[in-house]
């Protein structure tokens, strides 16, 4: 990360801030400041995250990081978010759809907007990537983060407003590949009863005590963008063979980055102007 500080980070941001430290959809320089100085120690230190293919990502411009959740909580969402920050020149802000129980936590809600992350409707999506914004998208939905510790590296079934969406706003996906969510938060069963009495989807079981992360390594590997011809009103079939593509494009780089921990040859992942092999 280059020597400048996260305030400095955060006036390069290519955002059209307001003399107030606003911008038009209520992100604020403050709330940024606070959570980034937060994320960093962890980005940084607590789950020491790798990134690979960061030459993937435009440095301006629309475009739709889709990836994988890791399982047990959204951590994969923030070390995504303080990857494009951190580690983006200039940096980025990828903004979430959130999950729309958010909006039933006030102290949440309030911090999630502040931050850059709304409710996952399509219209507050489509103005983003209309504003050449950075769109961050889980196809899985909570039913990724509800993954158990043995299907941490597996994908349940996308979405695919995603696919649409791109479509008619003409916007490049960068397909990713995160490791390693599943094993900070080794969930063994989930709580759903629990969860739907606190006004969130489940709770996380995990086998130990305090039910906090640990501080595994986490890794993050950007594929090269994938961009699809149409408008976004096509046949269902044309839209599901898209998000196929997009699927397995996440498939080979989960797969290559596990390889790579295990040091085992990997099978052919594109990363950028050409395919090549890594060994």
């Avoid at 959130?98 to 006030?106: G, T, Y």
């Avoid at 839209?239 to 494009?249: M, N, P, R, T, W």
Wanted: charged share 25%; net charge positive.
């Amino acid at each position: 990360m280059p020597k400048d500080s996260i305030a400095e980070r955060v006036e390069r941001l290519q955002i059209p801030f307001s003399a107030y430290g606003i911008d038009p959809y209520g992100v604020s320089k403050r709330h940024l400041i606070r959570i980034l100085t937060a994320a960093r120690f962890f980005y940084r230190h607590y789950f020491s995250v790798e990134t690979h293919g960061l030459v993937n990502v435009p440095p301006r411009g629309r475009a739709m990081l889709v990836g994988n959740h890791s399982g047990g909580i959204a951590i994969d969402a923030a070390m995504v978010y303080a990857s494009m920050f951190f580690e983006m020149d200039p940096p980025r802000l990828a903004q979430g759809m959130a999950e729309k129980f958010i909006n039933k936590m006030p102290f949440a809600s309030l911090w999630s907007s502040k931050v850059g992350h709304f409710t996952g409707l399509p219209e507050h999506a489509e103005r983003l990537l209309e504003e050449d914004r950075l769109l961050m998208v889980f196809p899985e939905g909570a039913r990724g983060t509800a993954k158990l510790f043995r299907e941490r590296h597996s994908l349940v079934d996308f979405g695919t407003g995603f696919v649409r969406l791109a479509l008619k706003t003409k916007t490049p996906i960068i397909p990713f590949g995160f490791l390693g969510g599943g094993d900070a938060l080794p969930t063994v069963s989930n709580a759903y009863k629990l969860g739907k009495r606190l006004g969130v989807p489940y709770i996380p079981i995990v086998p130990y005590w305090p039910p906090v992360p640990l501080p595994v390594k986490l890794e993050i590997h950007y594929g090269a963008p994938l961009v699809f011809e149409g408008t976004g009103s096509e046949d269902d079939e044309v839209i599901l063979g898209y998000v196929d593509e997009v699927k397995a494009s996440i498939k080979r780089l989960i797969h290559h980055g596990l390889c790579l921990r295990r040091g085992e040859p990997t099978a052919s992942v594109r990363f950028g102007d050409e395919d090549r092999d890594i060994r």
